[in-house]
């Protein structure tokens, strides 16, 4: 059997157990195939290493610090504290394949491109992000750096023209097609494909949903649920405020958000001076089997996330049945189409959720046969068992 390790800045960890899920799904599926090990990288954090074997593989988990006043720390702080076990774990296991899968682009991603280039193993990468690209950020120091950095990181060396022969990944997959075209700008048309993500199969059990939720979610008109890292550009306070508007109208309804982060204490600072706790609920992070059984209990999943590389948990809210509100232009257009599987949002418009919400409140059944078509949909062209046959193929055929 060959020896396929992955490197992720995107892996579940004991603080956020469904950070990377995706990822995590496609190394279970992988497992059956290969024999798999992966190196998890997490920053800022305190300094540290956990190896662990409890998911049926070996995940070695690097934490690292950096100095939060001067972003670009994280390049010589990966390389202190990352790259020597990685380049150690390397040269004694000595793997067949090699497959990153990035978020952040730097320091990771440069880093590993040049390594990799020089490893000669047969290496494979998916991105998944935009957020970071130059034309995101807005930090000038970082869209400086991105935009002389990530040609080299895609394609292997600064250059306008770029081959197979000197790059170092065998093969780009990306998880939207936005993705894909700024390669396309970088010359790596020829060895890049869309690939998207893909879910577990769902196993329901009621029983599952936490007691707090189920008692939050009592006697009431409708139900939503979004889920998510509080972070700028989720559309968490767009949603809130949607729903109190609404609330202040006497429409009965409650909404649940299942994530943290650092927009927690914002979030939470509105909810409490608009008075309205007892209808809506930060629920903190929830365990992944538990968060997949807690969607049965709900009429409707929205969020309204206007930078959004794909956003797997749509797919499993219109796998659980639920009609699924996105945002036009993100990573879920496309397998979300506006009024036959689900429902697009205009970007950052808190009366459009307003709209949708009331709509799918007043045509019930409609709704229903539109979130009917959503599950039908997920469950027969995003599982994690044909999304991993085409990597494989891919793997078997690309060298």
């Known amino acids: 059997m060959k020896k396929l390790l992955f490197i992720s800045d995107l892996f579940p960890h004991e603080i956020n157990p469904v950070y990377g899920i995706f990822v995590k799904h496609q190394v279970d599926e992988l497992s059956k195939y290969y024999q798999v090990r992966v190196i998890a990288t997490y920053y800022p954090n305190s300094c540290k290493q956990i190896e662990s074997i409890d998911l049926g593989y070996p995940v070695l988990r690097i934490y690292f610090p950096t100095i939060k006043s001067i972003q670009l720390s994280s390049f010589p702080i990966y390389r202190i504290y990352a790259l020597p076990k990685i380049k150690s774990l390397i040269r004694s296991w000595k793997p067949d394949l090699i497959h990153v899968h990035d978020c952040r682009h730097f320091p990771e991603l440069l880093i590993l491109s040049k390594l990799i280039q020089r490893s000669a193993i047969p290496s494979y990468l998916t991105l998944h992000n935009i957020k970071t690209l130059p034309e995101n950020s807005n930090n000038p120091l970082s869209r400086f750096v991105y935009a002389r950095t990530l040609s080299a990181a895609f394609a292997g060396r600064l250059s306008i023209r770029h081959t197979l022969k000197n790059q170092p990944w065998q093969h780009i997959f990306t998880v939207n097609d936005k993705l894909k075209r700024i390669l396309d700008r970088i010359n790596c048309t020829l060895w890049t494909t869309t690939i998207g993500n893909a879910i577990s199969n769902i196993t329901v059990n009621g029983s599952q949903c936490p007691e707090n939720i189920k008692k939050f979610i009592s006697n009431t008109g409708f139900k ?44 939470n600072k509105i909810i409490q001076v608009s008075q309205k706790e007892s209808n809506i609920l930060l629920a903190g992070s929830m365990n992944h089997d538990v968060l997949l059984n807690t969607y049965q209990e709900f009429d409707s999943f929205i969020l309204p996330s206007y930078k959004e590389t794909f956003g797997i948990v749509y797919l499993e809210a219109m796998a659980a049945g639920l009609p699924t509100i996105g945002v036009k232009g993100q990573g879920i257009d496309g397998v979300i189409i506006h009024g036959e599987n689900g429902w697009l949002l205009a970007p950052q418009s808190v009366s459009d959720i307003e709209l949708w919400i009331k709509w799918l409140m007043s045509n019930p059944q409609e709704a229903k046969a539109i979130a009917h078509r959503g599950q039908s949909h997920v469950r027969e062209n995003y599982r994690i068992d044909t999304l991993c046959q085409r990597i494989i193929s891919i793997y078997e055929t690309a060298r």
């Not at 890292?229 to 009965?252: C, P, Q, S």
């Open 224 to 267: 939503i649920i979004s889920v998510g890292n509080l972070v700028h550009g989720k559309g968490f306070e767009l949603l809130i405020r949607a729903v109190i508007n609404l609330l202040n109208t006497g429409i009965d309804l409650k909404l649940v958000i299942v994530g943290d982060g650092e927009q927690h204490l914002m979030l």
